[in-house]
T-cell receptor, first 114, second 115 residues
Framework: AQSVTQLDSQVPVFEEAPVELRCNYSSSVSVYLFWYVQYPNQGLQLLLKYLSGSTLVESINGFEAEFNKSQTSFHLRKPSVHISDTAEYFCAVSIIQGAQKLVFGQGTRLTINP | DVKVTQSSRYLVKRTGEKVFLECVQDMDHENMFWYRQDPGLGLRLIYFSYDVKMKEKGDIPEGYSVSREKKERFSLILESASTNQTSMYLC??????????????FGPGTRLTVL
């Protein structure tokens, strides 16, 4: 069975500080990796995804994530956060087998303090 | 832009009632999904469908059923609502049946309270 673990349920940081949201996965088959973000009172939207090629992927708003196959991790980072980054972040894997399904982690609530 | 709409943002029902949650997408997507979102548990897949009249169970289908009579519409049905079904329900869609790389597009969610 596949699983995704987000190691921190809540991460409080100060504005302009760096942040890392951790994600580890377990799967017996190959996967694609995703980060989704849920802003307050909104549905989820895609932040970035790793499909192949360079293990470092970037989003348009300054987040980046690095796929580490040996550690089965896909941690999300941003060098300097803004108040507008306050949201819940979900790591997910798409199992390369059968119908398209996403398995989500538990979510990490990122709170930015001024 | 893909738009996924859900019929209600908030819904309050009583134990034992039959509940319908409706979801509509406007981009001719083949796949549609129903999740429930609970604090500390993330999103869990209830049912999904990759074609009209087709459905597959997800990880937590018990107590739920679904209907997909038209490509753009996917309904979640609680035959007899119970208090442990109080949750946020999210609908999503994606473009094609077996493309594991596809982005899923989510609706705003329906917060269901069962009293």
């Amino acid at each position: 069975a596949q699983s995704v673990t987000q190691l921190d349920s809540q991460v409080p940081v100060f504005e302009e500080a760096p942040v890392e949201l951790r994600c580890n996965y377990s799967s017996s088959v190959s996967v694609y990796l995703f980060w989704y973000v849920q802003y307050p009172n909104q549905g989820l939207q895609l932040l970035l995804k790793y499909l192949s090629g360079s293990t470092l992927v970037e989003s348009i708003n300054g987040f980046e994530a690095e796929f580490n196959k040996s550690q089965t991790s896909f941690h999300l980072r941003k060098p300097s956060v803004h108040i507008s980054d306050t949201a819940e972040y979900f790591c997910a894997v798409s199992i390369i087998q059968g119908a398209q399904k996403l398995v989500f982690g538990q979510g990490t609530r990122l709170t930015i303090n001024p | 832009d893909v738009k996924v709409t859900q019929s209600s943002r908030y819904l309050v029902k009583r134990t034992g009632e039959k509940v319908f949650l409706e979801c509509v997408q406007d981009m001719d997507h083949e796949n549609m999904f129903w999740y429930r979102q609970d604090p500390g548990l993330g999103l869990r897949l209830i049912y999904f469908s990759y074609d009209v009249k087709m459905k597959e169970k997800g990880d937590i289908p018990e107590g739920y059923s679904v209907s997909r009579e038209k490509k753009e519409r996917f309904s979640l049905i609680l035959e007899s609502a119970s208090t442990n079904q109080t949750s946020m329900y999210l609908c999503a869609s994606s473009l094609s049946g077996r493309q594991w790389t596809d982005t899923q597009y989510f609706g705003p969610g329906t917060r269901l309270t069962v009293l």
